[in-house]
T-cell receptor, first 114, second 112 residues
């Protein structure tokens, strides 16, 4: 149980375009989903907390207009990187939480902006 | 804010050896979680601890929730090559519906 999927696993896009990443909880309802960014050899950096049916809460320094988060259902959250630039290239990971504090992570999405 | 300090940062061990790593904080945590991340993958939950003093095992892995609620350790017995990865400790930032705080991780390398 507690499986979280992400799509796509890898994406390459041109500078200035937008990219959407999907995060799904496959076998449980996630009241809360989280989006993280991870740079090589570093820990996970929380970008935002997403609750179903409400606006996401962004961490300090994360541009909400650049990283659009939608949590339309208890099993799906999306992150859209708008007007992507090379510095947005990173490993993006979502996680989902049900009733307890345990978070289950997706396999991650490697974004490369050329 | 709350921070989790993990040690060691990295370790190289021989296959078959036991491993011990720990996580400390200046703040009290009511939950401790241990994750393992392999290259190019998301972290996988290994063990969750909810009670001070709790000792929980998952196969060759054993983790304990410190009595002071400010530390936790993770032991791996009889290491094998597939134990290679980064091990993160984590705990909820506050009570209620809050994000996790993560340590910086312990990178484990196993030499066959």
């Amino acid at each position: 149980g507690a499986v979280v999927s992400q799509h796509p696993s890898r994406v390459i896009c041109k500078s200035g375009t937008s990219v959407k990443i999907e995060c799904r909880s496959l076998d449980f309802q996630a009241t809360t989903m989280f989006w993280y960014r991870q740079f090589p050899k570093q820990s996970l950096m929380l970008m935002a907390t997403s609750n179903e049916g409400s606006k996401a809460t962004y961490e300090q320094g994360v541009e909400k207009d650049k990283f659009l988060i939608n949590h339309a259902s208890l099993t799906l959250s999306t992150l859209t990187v708008t007007s992507a630039h090379p510095e947005d290239s990173s490993f993006y990971i979502c996680s989902a939480r049900g009733q307890s504090y345990e978070q289950y992570f997706g396999p991650g999405t490697r974004l490369t902006v050329t | 804010g709350q921070q989790l300090n993990q040690s060691p940062q990295s370790m190289f061990i021989q296959e078959g050896e036991d491993v011990s790593m720990n996580c400390t904080s200046s703040s009290i945590f009511n939950t401790w979680l241990w994750y393992k991340q392999e290259p190019g993958e998301g972290p996988v939950l290994l063990i969750a601890l909810y009670k001070a003093g709790e000792l929980t095992s998952n196969g060759r892995l054993t983790a304990q929730f410190g009595i002071t609620r400010k530390d936790s350790f993770l032991n791996i017995s009889a290491s094998i090559p597939s134990d290679v990865g980064i091990y993160f400790c984590a705990g909820p930032r506050n009570s209620g519906n809050t994000p996790l705080v993560f340590g910086k991780g312990t990178r484990l390398s196993v030499i066959a």
